[in-house]
């Protein structure tokens, strides 16, 4: 299984980023996808995750109403859409994957797999 996470760049504060993850070796529609992020000095934390079919979402408080997780099974590919940036968002963005999960799990114990990570700078 590989995840292979892209879009990270350098933005100023209230900028926009796409993420995309693109999964291989794995029967995408049925995993839980998700992504935390880690900031330095900071623990991984979670931000977004979406169920099998993209019909749930659960997200961080600190990103409700400014990030957007979806995904398309077609393509293997979970993204995050990021709006109105801020400069606490800045952190090493990691997607994760966790295979037939009944629930939209939060922990990143619960995840299987994960990609490399995008790093995300928003300067102010």
């Known amino acids: 299984v590989q995840l292979q996470a892209s879009g990270g760049g350098l933005v100023q504060a209230g900028g926009s980023l796409r993420l995309s993850c693109a999964a291989s070796?794995?029967?995408?529609?049925?995993?839980?996808m998700a992504w935390f992020r880690q900031a330095p000095g900071n623990e991984r934390e979670f931000v977004a995750a979406?169920?099998?079919?993209?019909?749930?979402?659960v997200y961080a408080d600190s990103v409700k109403d400014r990030f957007t997780i979806s995904r398309e099974n077609a393509k293997n590919t979970v993204y995050l859409q990021m709006n109105s940036l801020k400069p606490e968002d800045t952190a090493v963005y990691y997607c994760?994957?966790?295979?037939?999960?009944?629930?939209?799990?939060?922990?990143?114990?619960?995840?299987?797999?994960w990609g490399q990570g995008t790093l995300v700078t928003v300067s102010s």
């Open positions: 994760a994957a966790v295979r037939f999960s009944s629930g939209l799990p939060l922990a990143s114990k619960e995840y299987d797999y």
């Open positions: 070796g794995l029967t995408f529609n049925t995993y839980t």
């Open positions: 979406i169920n099998l079919s993209g019909g749930r979402t």
